[in-house]
């Protein structure tokens, strides 16, 4: 089966550090995605991983590890724009892409 | 210049009627993409067509069906709508079907079926 988890919501200060975390299990695995969805506004890609270990790009970098199924972003410096959902996808075979059912992310200041 | 576009951002109708969402890319894509994101945020893929073959997702109705008249175009054709159909539709497009590619999303409609 297909089954993608991530903590619903989290809360955060402004100028802090937050770690979302995200566990898969998925028919094959092609790579894994981390999507900012906005309120009422469209998904956009944040970053993309497929070997295991920590990609980074800006305040934001994204961890994998493929034997645990496990995979978390991070974001440094916290800023209120930061607020919005976080949604982890994973790529399977035969072009099969999950999302996960995404993050709340409050940042206060 | 928007690179992935939809029409329309809205759409209100009555159960029972047929409507279509009509999305373009100039991206240059060769793949797209046809997403539903239900009341609770949950993002399901629906198809993906590359190249005049087209991957449905089994648990989609046979009411839905995807239009591609060609490649930087995909629209949804929804046949005798549901209450269960109100949803925000989004269209992606990518480079390639599959791999390192990134999908990139239009800016979603939203379908309220009354």
């Known amino acids: 089966g297909q089954n993608i988890d991530q903590p619903t919501e989290m809360t955060a200060t402004e100028g802090a550090i937050v770690q979302i975390n995200c566990t898969y299990q998925t028919s094959g695995f092609n790579g894994l995605f981390w999507y900012q969805q906005h309120a009422g506004e469209a998904p956009t890609f944040l970053s993309y991983?497929?070997?295991?270990g920590l990609e980074e790009k800006g305040r934001f970098s994204s961890f994998l590890s493929r034997s645990k199924g496990y995979s978390y972003l991070l974001l440094k410096e916290l800023q209120m724009k930061d607020s919005a959902s976080y949604l982890c996808a994973v790529e399977g075979y035969g072009q099969n892409f999950v999302f996960g059912p995404g993050t709340r992310l409050s940042v206060l200041p | 210049d928007t690179a992935v576009s939809q029409t329309p951002k809205y759409l209100v109708t009555q159960m029972g009627n047929d409507k279509s969402i009509k999305c373009e890319q100039n991206?240059?894509?060769?793949?797209m993409y046809w997403y539903k994101q239900d009341s609770k945020k949950f993002l399901k893929i629906m198809f993906s067509y590359n190249n005049k073959e087209l991957i449905i997702n089994e648990t989609v109705p046979n009411r839905f069906s995807p239009k591609s008249p060609d490649k930087a175009h995909l629209n949804l054709h929804i046949n005798s709508l549901e209450l269960g159909d109100s949803a925000v539709y989004f269209c992606?497009?990518?480079?390639?079907?599959?791999?390192?590619?990134?999908?990139?999303f239009g800016p979603g409609t939203r379908l309220t079926v009354l």
């Open positions: 991206l240059g894509h060769d793949t």
């Open positions: 991983n497929v070997l295991d």
């Open positions: 992606a497009s990518s480079p390639q079907r599959g791999g390192v590619d990134t999908q990139y």
